[in-house]
C-alpha cells in the first residue's frame, strides 16, 4: 500500500512500491497532466511537485513519494483561478504543442519559491525539454510571473 497526498487529497494505493509515481498518477488515480516523455529523468514532462521540490516522477518510485505531498498541474490552481505562472504562461503565449507545459510550469513554481526574483543564469538552471524550442518566452513568462509576486 501507497499512501501519500496528491492535490491536497490523501491517496491510498494498492500497487506494488517498485512503480514510478508517474504511472501511479496518470493509470491508478488517473490525472493525466502529467507527461511521459523519456522515462530516464531527462525531459522532465514528467515533472511534479514533492513537498515543493521539482521531481521527476518517472524515475520515482511511489515508495518515495510516501508520506509526501504531491502536486500535479490538475493541482495548481486555487479557488478555481489559475497560478501566477500559468497566468504568464497565457500571457506571453509559451506553448506551441503543448506537451512538456506542465513540467515546465511546475519546474518554474519550484525555482520561482528558491528565487522569487530569478536571473536569466537561474532560469536556465531549468533542465526541463521543449521540443518547440520556446524556451525565450518560457523566460519571459518566468519573469512575468516573478513580478507579479509569485
Partial sequence: MARFTVNGKVVTLDI???MPLLWALRN????????YG????????CTVLVDGKAV???????????GKAITTIEGLATEGRPHP?????????VPQ???????????AVALLKQKPQPTDAEINTITNICRCGTYV??????????????
Fill in 16 to 18: 506494488e512500491p517498485e
Fill in 97 to 107: 504543442c503543448g506537451y512538456c507545459q506542465s513540467g515546465q510550469i511546475l519546474s
Fill in 28 to 35: 491508478e488515480i488517473g490525472l493525466t497532466g502529467t507527461k
Fill in 137 to 150: 518566452r518560457v523566460r519571459r513568462a518566468i519573469h512575468r510571473a516573478a513580478a507579479s509576486k509569485v
Fill in 56 to 66: 521527476r516522477s518517472c524515475v520515482l518510485p511511489v515508495s518515495g513519494a510516501e
Fill in 38 to 45: 523519456c522515462g530516464i529523468a531527462q525531459c522532465g514532462a
Fill in 85 to 93: 505562472v500559468q497566468e504568464a504562461w497565457v500571457a506571453e503565449d
